[in-house]
Nanobody
Framework: QVQLVESGGGLVQAGGSLRLSCVVSGRTISSYAMGWFRQAPGKEREFVATISRSDSGSTIYADSVKGRFTISRDNAKKTVYLEMISLKPEDTAVYYC????????????????WGQGTQVTVSS
């Protein structure tokens, strides 16, 4: 079992950028696939990005963020990042970090460890 703590959210104007961090404690994270999800008011939680547990760190992105968001991981620092550029008002949501023992998946039901979330607000 691991514990996840996100940070880096905030208020930014459209076109701006933010970098979210997710610090993992409890165990080494090298065996965990990591994911970022988001939930806007009145909407279901949706997949944003995931990175595999392997050293290659293969990634998958939602179409809505492809080319603008980058997920990365530093296993030594036990931290996962989500770099977001060219932000749009529709990116406004609470962003959650998640960990999964095993292969990466875009399905939120496959993740058993979740952080508390960090708010990202993009003004137009």
């Amino acid at each position: 079992q691991v514990q996840l703590v996100e940070s880096g959210g905030g208020l930014v104007q459209a076109g701006g950028s933010l970098r979210l961090s997710c610090v993992v404690s409890g165990r080494t994270i090298s065996s965990y696939a990591m994911g970022w999800f988001r939930q806007a008011p009145g909407k279901e939680r949706e997949f944003v990005a995931t990175i595999s547990r392997s050293d290659s760190g293969s990634t998958i992105y939602a179409d809505s963020v492809k080319g603008r968001f980058t997920i990365s991981r530093d296993n030594a620092k036990k931290t996962v990042y989500l770099e977001m550029i060219s932000l749009k008002p529709e990116d406004t949501a609470v962003y959650y970090c998640a960990a999964r023992w095993g292969a990466a998946t875009t399905d939120a039901r496959g993740y058993s460890n979740w952080g508390q979330g960090t708010q990202v607000t993009v003004s137009s």
